[in-house]
Antibody, heavy 118, light 114 residues
Framework: EVQLLESGGGLVQPGGSLRLSCAGS????????MSWVRQAPGKGLEWVSG????????YYADSVKGRFTISRDNSKNTLYLQMTSLSAEDTAVYYC???????????WGQGTLVTVSS | DIVMTQSPDSLAVSLGERATINCKSS????????????LAWFQQKAGQPPKLLIY???TRESGVPDRFSGSGSGTDFTLTISSLQAEDVAVYFC??????????FGQGTKVEIK
């Protein structure tokens, strides 16, 4: 059974930083591109960032470019999202999702809540 | 970015009746070289992550009941639930994957029981 387990969310002050992790199991992690998708409270879904299977290529939505950094450690089957210069607009549940070769999201974690507030 | 617009924002359907959700993209999602539409549908129940229902606009994911079907091509797509069940109460999202690593979602359609 495919499992994606996010961690690292919490309450952070505006301007602060946070690092999210996503541990994968039940599938060949290194064979899958991975993404972070977020959902603000009561709102829709927003793709945030993606990374290729090797980690050599990374991609970001304009809303987070220059502030967030995605990475992965295939030896640990783990995906990361380093978030800096956080603002209230970044408050959301952050999901990690395995990404098919062509770009739809096959499996999703349960999500981790990031709240940016003073 | 490709803008995805769903309609309606919400709908209430009686049990056993048909539910129809529309999704319109700001540009064609049909890739000429393989004649495939780069469009997926997701279901999100309250307090849960999204779940993949359909990809390539009309291909059901394994395990998805056949009352769910997707149709359409180019810029106009439809998700149909042929006979609404209580467990289908959820928010449904469309997603385009035509532009690699620049994916966008529709705003969501909430389906409730009338």
């Amino acid at each position: 059974e495919v499992q994606l387990l996010e961690s690292g969310g919490g309450l952070v002050q505006p301007g602060g930083s946070l690092r999210l992790s996503c541990a994968g199991s039940g599938f060949t992690f290194s064979n899958n591109a991975m993404s972070w998708v977020r959902q603000a409270p009561g709102k829709g879904l927003e793709w945030v960032s993606g990374i290729s299977t090797s980690g050599g290529s990374t991609y970001y939505a304009d809303s987070v470019k220059g502030r967030f950094t995605i990475s992965r450690d295939n030896s640990k089957n783990t995906l990361y999202l380093q978030m800096t210069s956080l603002s209230a607009e970044d408050t959301a549940v952050y999901y990690c999702a395995s990404t098919s070769l062509v770009g739809y999201f096959e499996y999703w974690g349960q999500g981790t809540l990031v709240t940016v507030s003073s | 970015d490709i803008v995805m617009t769903q309609s309606p924002d919400s709908l209430a359907v009686s049990l056993g009746e048909r539910a129809t959700i529309n999704c319109k993209s700001s540009q064609s999602l049909l890739y000429g070289s393989n004649n495939k539409n780069y469009l997926a549908w997701f279901q999100q129940k309250a307090g849960q992550p999204p779940k993949l229902l359909i990809y390539w606009a009309s291909t059901r994911e394994s395990g998805v009941p056949d009352r769910f079907s997707g149709s359409g091509s180019g810029t106009d797509f439809t998700l149909t639930i042929s006979s609404l069940q209580a467990e289908d109460v959820a928010v449904y999202f469309c997603q385009q994957y035509f532009t690699t690593f620049s994916w966008t979602f529709g705003q969501g359609t909430k389906v409730e029981i009338k």
